[in-house]
Nanobody, 125 residues
Framework: QVHLVESGGGLVQPGGSLRLSCAAS????????LGWFRQAPGKEREGLSY????????YYADSVKGRFTISKDNAKNTVYLQMSSLKPEDTAVYYC??????????????????WGQGTQVTVSS
């Protein structure tokens, strides 16, 4: 059974850093792409980053490019999102998701088939 579990969220001051983890089970990350999304209250779910199974295809949203980095540890079957220079507008619930078999656009939530429960990130002084 496929499971994705995010962790690492919390409260951080503006300009600070956090590393989110997404532990996968029931499938091998080496054969699936994985994306990170976030959703703030009253807003649509936003695609932040995607990493393909081979690590060749890596994408970032303009809103986080240069500040966030996606990485993967196949041995731990875990994907990470390193976030730095955090801003109050980064406050949201962050989700990881597995790229679906018919996916076409990396930042479209509808192209992902399994989701984690989310982890809250709050950027505030």
């Amino acid at each position: 059974q496929v499971h994705l579990v995010e962790s690492g969220g919390g409260l951080v001051q503006p300009g600070g850093s956090l590393r989110l983890s997404c532990a996968a089970s029931g499938f091998a990350l080496g054969t699936y792409g994985l994306g990170w999304f976030r959703q703030a209250p009253g807003k649509e779910r936003e695609g932040l980053s995607y990493r393909g199974p081979g690590g060749v295809r890596v994408y970032y949203a303009d809103s986080v490019k240069g500040r966030f980095t996606i990485s993967k540890d196949n041995a731990k079957n875990t994907v990470y999102l390193q976030m730095s220079s955090l801003k109050p507008e980064d406050t949201a619930v962050y989700y990881c998701a597995r790229w679906g078999p018919t996916g076409r656009r990396w930042n479209d939530p509808l192209d992902y088939d399994y989701w984690g429960q989310g982890t809250q990130v709050t950027v505030s002084s």
